[in-house]
């Protein structure tokens, strides 16, 4: 039971997890300040103050004594990577994963989709040895309705779901090729669910591809593994087969959580 925005308001572990989020979401900002943290995460500056109190005593944030801005500190950054590395999803699909950047040598992701928050975002991944390779963007929220890590899955639910998504999230162009027309999208999401996976070159960012292919649970699609290419290295010669890898990597993953596949 979330409770109403009042009483979330009030709540002062809300009122923690909110400035938490916000100041994760915008950690390659540097430090930031107290009505800064306010404004993100919708709260009064006195509010915001008296949580940011109570987490540096608790060492989740420390403060620069100078200028009065808090940042992170070293024990929530502890906690938080070794909750990553411990998530079982993350363990199960590593192994996987790491075969299949051994065949390829491109970066292979795990990504895990919100059915709250109706994106997606990188659980794990595994990079590529080569100079110029696609770098993860570890924790942070991506759209589903770009590239082919988001399509993978956005194939995989429900047309209330989907419908769902377009209306939340919209369609905004990420570059000049992402799909930003429902009919379009639609014909292609068809052709994903029917052949298992998903391709894209350039469509969230540009000079990048990926082929991609859904993970599943025992209930529905959770999340997709992803080989992400730089696109002049594009396998077009070879897709079939890279494709079908990608497809046996997130099926090995979605059988190890139940799926019967």
Known sequence: ?????????????SR????????????????????????RAGMPPSAAHRTLGLLEEAGVVTRDAASGRYALGFDFLRMARVATEGFPLSRTARPLLQELVARYDETALLNVYDYQRMQL?????????QPIRYTRQLDRWLPVHAGATGLAILAHLTEVERDRVIEHHGLPALTERTIVDREELAGLLA?????GFAVSRGQRLPGAAA???????????????ALTI??????TDRLSKVAADV????????????AGV
């Open 121 to 129: 975002f990188v659980a794990t991944g595994v990079e590529s040895t």
């Open 191 to 195: 052709r994903i669910r029917n052949e």
């Open 16 to 39: 923690a997890f909110a400035i938490l989020r916000c100041m994760v979401d915008s950690a390659g900002d540097g430090d930031v300040g107290v009505r800064e943290i306010a404004g």
């Open 211 to 225: 082929i991609a292919a859904p993970v599943f649970d025992s209930r529905r699609v959770i999340g997709d593994v």
């Open 1 to 13: 039971m979330t409770g109403t925005a009042g009483e979330r308001g009030h709540n002062p572990v």
């Open 247 to 258: 497809m046996e990597c997130a099926r090995g993953v979605s059988k190890a959580l139940g």
């Open 230 to 235: 730089p696109e002049f290295r594009f396998p």
